[in-house]
Structures are given as C-alpha cells and as structure tokens.
C-alpha cells in the first residue's frame, strides 16, 4: 500500500507528486489522461488505472483537479463510495465555502473523513520553503495527517475546526488581489490622461513590489511576461461572483469588475497579462512612457 494517492496531475498535481517522490514517500496516482503519469520516474510511484484502484491504495488521498465538483465527480459512483470508508480525503481544488460544506457532509455518510486546503503559491514552490498552503478541517482529522501534509511546504497555514475557513479565506484573499489590480490600473489611467509619466507613480512606492511590477508592466507594455493570465484571473471572479449569490450578498464589485474582465477577453486579451486590461479601460492598445 502507498501512502497517499494524487488524483489530478495537472501543473498542481504533479507538483505535489513530485514533492513526495523527492521525499521519497510511496504514492499512487491517477489521471483521466494516463499519459501524464509519465513526467514521473518510476521510483516510489504506482500508477493507478481507475479510481477505485486509486482509492483502495492509500489511507489517504489529495485531490487536485480543475473542477470544484470534483468529490462528487470522482467519488459519486455505485462502485466507488463503499471504499471511501475510513479513508482520508483532502481537497486541494479550488471550490467554494458552501461546496466544502456539502463536500464534507457527503463524505461524513460514507465514513470518510475530510479537510479542504487552497494552495498559495506557484507549482515550482511545492515542497520547498516557500510551498504555503492553507487548511481546515477537524482537529483529530489533520493531526494525523500533518506531517504529510508538511511535506508540500514551510508554510503550511491550519485554520482549524471550520472546513470551509481555507476556501473563505482563499477567496478574500482573491478579492483583495481585484481590488488592488482596479486601484492600480485606474491609477496608471489616471496618470496618463493627465499627462503624469507612469514612473512617477512608481517612485512613491519603492518598497511595494506588486506596483512595481504590474503599474511597470503597463509602462513597458510587456503584457506577454505572466505567471497567470487575465483568463485565469477571470475564472476567480466567476467564484466570487458565485460565492456572493450563495451567502446574499451584494456581488455588485465582482460584476462589475468581472465585466471588465470579459470585455477584455473578447478583445483578446485574454491570455495576457492581468494588467492587459488596461488596454480597455485606456480605449487603445499603445504603451506609455
């Protein structure tokens, strides 16, 4: 038997499998497209053929997938749920608060145990210091579990009992990252209807290095530099727009700004950089000096 199965091996997934091979953990693995598993050396890895395989390999299983239905999805099967008994799920997918919720309670009827985590950092940075993670979930589920988990980083954030604090947090923290994308871009349009050079801007903040480097991407115009692209962006506004509808809230700053996002998009911006966006709220697609 291994010790944890990955299911997903997409940027996220394989990150995380290769972080436990390095370690030198047994593990399993299973992907919808087999041909995946091939990024990893044979060593300490079995590659699971179908999800039931998956899940009888290992007390516990990681789930990062690009689907936040994905328990329901993966484990929603007549031959699949009897085996989820005394098994340990943890989620990785992006997936919202009320999701967590029926996630957990779904897994609860079959005697499976649960705890929800978001990922904040680049695939690269999994299983190194820099790897941060946040999570939730029952005390007496994640202590088991903690050492493994630490394995994929040195900032591994338990936000304790709550299962969807992680999910919650994750997305104010998204929600933060909007704001401070819209003040900056309307700061840089600002700026250059009144004939102020974008650089001056950018002096008075010499120790923030996120306007150093996004009201500087539009300076330069290098909107094909991204780690993560207007598209990807747009897809976490879709879950904060989502999220609001499910709590009651007020979604009017996440449509707004979500239209934007889509009226860049049709543009074709939308495998660009975020601040691409600029190029719409300015009317052309020239840089400034």
């Not at 300076?219 to 509808?245: C, F, H, N, P």
């Amino acid at each position: 038997m291994s010790e944890v199965t990955i299911f997903g091996l997409g940027l996220m997934g394989l990150a995380i499998a290769k972080a436990y091979q390095k370690e030198g953990i047994p593990l399993t693995v299973w992907n919808r497209t087999i041909k995946k598993a091939e990024a990893l050396a044979a060593e300490n890895v079995a590659v699971a053929q179908s999800i039931s395989d998956a899940i009888v390999a290992s007390p516990v299983s990681i789930i990062c997938v690009d689907d936040p239905n994905s328990v329901l999805t993966l484990f929603g099967q007549s031959q699949v749920e009897p085996l989820l008994d005394g098994r340990t799920i943890i989620q990785l997918s992006t997936c919202l608060p009320k999701q967590v919720r029926e996630d957990q309670s779904w897994l609860a009827g079959r005697h499976a145990e649960f705890l929800y985590g978001a990922i904040h950092c680049a695939p690269q940075d999994l299983g190194t210091k820099d790897g941060n993670i946040l999570i939730s979930g029952p005390p007496s589920t994640y202590k088991p579990v903690e050492g493994l988990i630490g394995h994929l980083g040195g900032q591994i954030d338990y936000l304790g009992d709550d299962i969807a604090a992680a999910s919650t947090l994750d997305l104010a923290w998204l929600s933060t990252r909007f704001g401070e994308f819209m003040g900056m871009l309307h700061a840089a349009n600002l700026c250059q209807s009144e004939g102020i050079e974008l650089q001056k801007f950018i002096a008075m903040f010499p120790d923030d290095a996120r306007i150093q480097h996004h009201v500087g991407t539009i300076r330069d115009g290098t909107y094909d530099q991204r780690t993560a692209t207007l598209s990807v962006w747009q897809a976490s506004l879709e879950l904060l727009k989502q999220q609001a509808t499910d709590a009651g809230m007020d979604a009017e700053f996440p449509n707004h700004v979500g239209g934007l996002f889509e009226k860049a998009i049709k543009a074709g911006y939308g495998e660009e950089h975020v601040m691409a966006l600029f190029k719409v709220l300015k009317g052309n697609e020239g840089t400034v000096d």
